[in-house]
């Protein structure tokens, strides 16, 4: 091993291989640059298992809180330079301070920033899976650009997962839970009148012949085949504003049957199936944030 010096080479061992060796701790230090100095140290033990890389501003740059680790590579005219930055200066840090700073041409406005509570990204992303061969993968034309899924389970672009609603609505939000996507305007944010369904999604459950209260988490449709008289109350505590109920109620005997709306309704009613068989009603309402409001019946459908 040869150690280079402007006064002379020292060399130790052999020609082409050697080893800096110490029993506990190895440290390398710079003194007298124009910052400050760089102080390398080789540890491995708890919370130290490595290299400890670490700078000390001089005292005309006190503040200069930040350590780079630089690469460079020939490219054919020159040689370029990427760094990725440990900064810990907080009016530089993009993330927070400290943050990582990786990826761009300057340091201080890097593609990626990486910071303890969170990241940024400077520049659009781009998700998907190319092969080998794909080089380089095609730029994002958003800020975030999803490749398309394929017919696979697991393999769809993006998928969110059922859970409650924000208590507090918050402007721009998108939510699912349960049955039904919400999201929230800007005006009235903070309640939930701000939050409304996206699309309508109506999954069916039937109701069993029986008088039940109906607590709707989204909007639903709901059937029904009476065999006596029934009662349908509904409960909008767990309703957002825009849910859509629709009741499908089939007549199954020659016996006149009378299903009464109860609840949260803004007008209650009833409605009388007749006494001819096979005939069918369908009764809409849509939730305003206190009630559900009947939108439309038919008349008997045969």
Do not use: W
Not at 164 to 176: D, H, K, N, R, Y
Not at 192 to 197: L, S, V
């Amino acid at each position: 091993m040869r150690i280079q010096a402007s006064t002379g080479d020292l060399i130790f061992g052999g020609a082409s291989v050697g080893t800096v060796k110490a029993e506990d701790e190895l440290n390398m230090r710079m003194d007298g640059d124009v910052y400050g100095s760089s102080i390398l140290q080789l540890r491995n033990r708890t919370g130290e298992n490595g290299a400890i890389f670490q700078t000390i501003p001089n005292a005309a740059n006190i503040g200069t809180d930040l350590v780079d680790f630089i690469f460079r590579a020939p490219d054919g005219a020159g040689t370029i330079q990427r760094n990725i930055r440990f900064e810990a200066r907080a009016t530089y840090a993009r993330a927070g301070d400290p943050s990582f700073h990786l990826g761009g041409s300057v340091p201080d406005v890097p593609t990626l920033a990486l910071g303890d509570g969170y990241a940024h990204f400077n520049t659009g992303v781009r998700i998907g899976v190319y092969d080998a061969t794909i080089h380089p993968v095609p730029a994002p034309t958003a800020l975030l650009h999803l490749d398309a899924g394929t017919t696979a389970a697991g393999t769809a672009p993006l998928k969110f997962s059922s859970g409650s609603l924000l208590t507090t609505t918050e402007a721009g939000a998108i939510e699912f839970n349960n049955n039904s996507y919400y999201a929230t305007i800007t005006t009235g944010a903070g309640s939930p009148a701000a939050r409304g369904i996206i699309g309508v999604f109506l999954p069916t459950i039937n109701l069993n012949n029986a008088t039940q209260t109906i607590t709707p988490l989204g909007s639903q449709i709901y059937t029904m085949s009476p065999t006596a008289n029934r009662t349908i109350t509904f409960d909008g505590a767990s309703a957002s504003v825009g849910s859509t109920i629709i009741i499908m109620i089939t007549q199954t005997t020659n016996v006149s049957r009378t299903i009464t709306f109860s609840g949260d309704c803004l007008k209650q009613g009833t409605l009388s199936t007749g006494n001819t068989i096979n005939r069918s009603f369908v009764v809409t309402f849509v939730f305003d944030g206190t009630n559900f409001i009947e939108l439309s019946r038919t008349g008997a459908l045969n």
